[in-house]
């Protein structure tokens, strides 16, 4: 099976509940960032982006937040769904992109 | 809607033999990438490349080579895949804009084992 995510660590959400996955990035100098969503078995998939001159942003059910001053980032997911078991992980970008290792979302019905 | 697609889902290899992943994106996009990734280690860039013909070495570049003789099509090669390689390998592409920045378009992965 997947074993993407052995060592992460874990967040459980009841269905229809939000939920919040937090992530630390490491340059201050980094000016875009992106939240990704992997389901077992399938590569990342984009789910929404930010630009640092920006401190929140808002999609379909989801929001991004950054904070710069304390290098946090955060994705806030609205009215947990089953379909929204993954592991979510961020990128930041300067120069290049880089990759955090994840957090796996439970969601319990 | 972007698709990156890739060779194979699961292959498995024995130490020595040489291994050709395959990876075609159907986006015309410039920039495609290979990565690997390892529990607890998120995603590690292997190679990337801006335009066909050219190459760029990511992190870790040791034991693999590419090639990207078409632009819809990037191949990672393992001249002699030995255990430590064992992982999962995703591909993905991006467009405009040289480097590794901006949204990438992932595919499904393959994941090798080498016995």
């Known amino acids: 099976g997947e074993s993407v995510g052995l060592h992460l660590p874990t967040l459980s959400v009841q269905e229809g509940d939000n939920s919040i996955i937090n992530c630390a990035y490491s340059?201050?100098?980094?000016?875009?960032f992106i939240w990704y969503k992997q389901e077992s078995g399938k590569g990342p998939q984009f789910i929404i982006d930010?630009?640092?001159?920006?401190d929140k942003r808002q999609g379909q059910r989801v929001t991004v937040l950054l904070n710069k001053t304390v290098k946090h980032l955060s994705l806030q997911i609205a009215a947990t769904q089953p379909g929204d078991s993954a592991v979510y992980f961020c990128a930041e970008k300067y120069e290049k992109l880089t990759f955090g290792t994840g957090t796996r979302l439970t969601i319990i019905p | 809607d972007v698709k990156v697609t890739q060779s194979s889902r699961y292959l498995v290899k024995r130490t020595g033999e040489k291994v050709f992943l395959e990876c075609v994106q159907d986006?015309?996009?410039?920039?495609m990438f290979w990565y690997r990734q390892d529990p607890g280690l998120g995603l590690r860039l292997i190679y990337f490349s801006y335009d066909v013909k050219m190459k760029e070495k990511g992190d870790i570049p040791e034991g693999y080579s590419v090639s990207r003789e078409k632009k819809e099509r990037f191949s990672l090669i393992l001249e002699s895949a030995s255990t430590n390689q064992t992982s999962m390998y995703l591909c993905?592409?991006?467009?405009?804009?040289?480097?590794?920045?901006?949204?990438?378009?992932f595919g499904p992965g393959t994941r090798l084992t080498v016995t």
């Open positions: 993905a592409s991006s467009g405009p804009g040289i480097g590794t920045g901006s949204e990438q378009y």
């Open positions: 930010i630009r640092s001159n920006m």
């Open positions: 340059n201050s100098a980094s000016d875009y």
């Open positions: 986006m015309d996009h410039e920039n």
